[in-house]
């Protein structure tokens, strides 16, 4: 989830042309950053007295209590005050992308009340810019939103727009999408961008490549990573109010993760998140990382796994110890008419099986779509954009739910339990259980010789 330009909200076209594809730019970073000092030149100094000013002023923003712990597995359920409001975990944050969710109205966002909404960095930067922002007194007020925000780096849009990208030790540069300007995102612009943003939550600029990715650029991005986050808590301007969490790189190598681990925990920053996951990698390595990391991560310290959406992953990544999730799946599926249940299939309302079912899509759910509508009625909408709309608001009030649903268990001291029937449900009537679901869990601490098996007729 990414940024733009370099100062305010004007963007610099350059004749420089950008890379024709991905092998070009990697071979293009790879001899650049061997010429380029570790130490850009146009960054600012952090002395170690200011680190620790910054960082204990976040800290004090942000101060987590443990609620309950699972005495079988990593499950937690945490609780801490941002300024704009309690959050309580396991959570799953919806994604606003330019200070909506796609699907939702603004009023139906605040009938969900999600206590954390995140937005983009990179195309609030380029759309409204920080210009508008700035006059309209932030993210908060532009939506409006009186709950929390997390905002994004920009570091995402290195995956996503990586044809329209160059990379640097000064920092991005992209091509726009939408116009062909360059747009320049550093460091230091990207926490002016998020601090003009007002969000409670900033990420810092992150190095990110895609999980698929091999070699020295996974090495490269990981220490360059580390090199950007003292640049942005150089230039964070606004530590008495919006906390800054670093994020963990170092592709699927764990010596390398263990390196950026040690070096951020050091850091002593106020939150940590999980990146570089949910790329294209086999199941079985994207949970031996996000295990990796959130056990070497601090207890006292929110834990964020980014880009993570299906329920079975909420679900086991809660088990190995993860505290807050977002991703866009939830409003993306729904627009192709998928709803989302405890089953790993879902609902999907264009089938012609749902013409005349008159049940609600979950009869268990209480949102305003499974009270009033049909999947009869859902399946003569689904390809409307009421459909898509009716469709996107069960969704997410479907993930928020879930989250709550795992916190009243872990409330109850009944985590191990709700494990049991909610995997056993997600794989019936079949129950064939993905091995990484059973090694991730059995990981965890849970006994997964307690799942239902198929009965043998």
Known sequence: NEQNPTSNRKMSTSATPMFESTTDRLLSDQVEVASVSSSFAGAL???????VRKTTLMRNILRLEVR?????????CTRFTLPHGVVETPMFMPVGTQGSVKGLTSAQLHRLAPPIVLGNTYHLGHRPGQEVMQELGGLHSF???EHNLLTDSGGFQMVSLLKLARITEEGVRFRSPHDGTEMVLTPEHSMQLQNTIGADIMMALDDVVSSTVSGPRVEEAMHRTLRWIDRCLAAHNNPERQCLFGIVQGGLDATLRDQCLAELIRRDLPGYAIGGLSGGESKDRFWRIVHQCARALPADKPRYLMGV??????VVCT???VDLFDCVYPTRTARFGRALVDHHAGVLLSRAAYADDTRPIDERC????????????LHLMVNTPSGSQLITYHNVAYQLR????IQAALLEHRFPQFLQQFVSAYYAPEFEYPQWVLDALEAAGFDTSSLERRTEE
């Not at 100094?45 to 680190?51: A, F, H």
């Open 45 to 51: 100094e952090l002395s170690e007295e200011e680190r």
């Open 68 to 76: 309950a712990r699972c005495s079988v597995t990593q499950a937690r």
């Open 143 to 145: 939506m409006p939103w």
């Open 309 to 314: 959406g299906y329920a079975i992953d909420l």
């Open 319 to 321: 088990a190995l110890g």
């Open 366 to 377: 209480d949102c305003r779509t499974c009270k009033h509508y049909s999947r009869a009625y």
């Open 402 to 405: 879930l989250m709550r649903r």
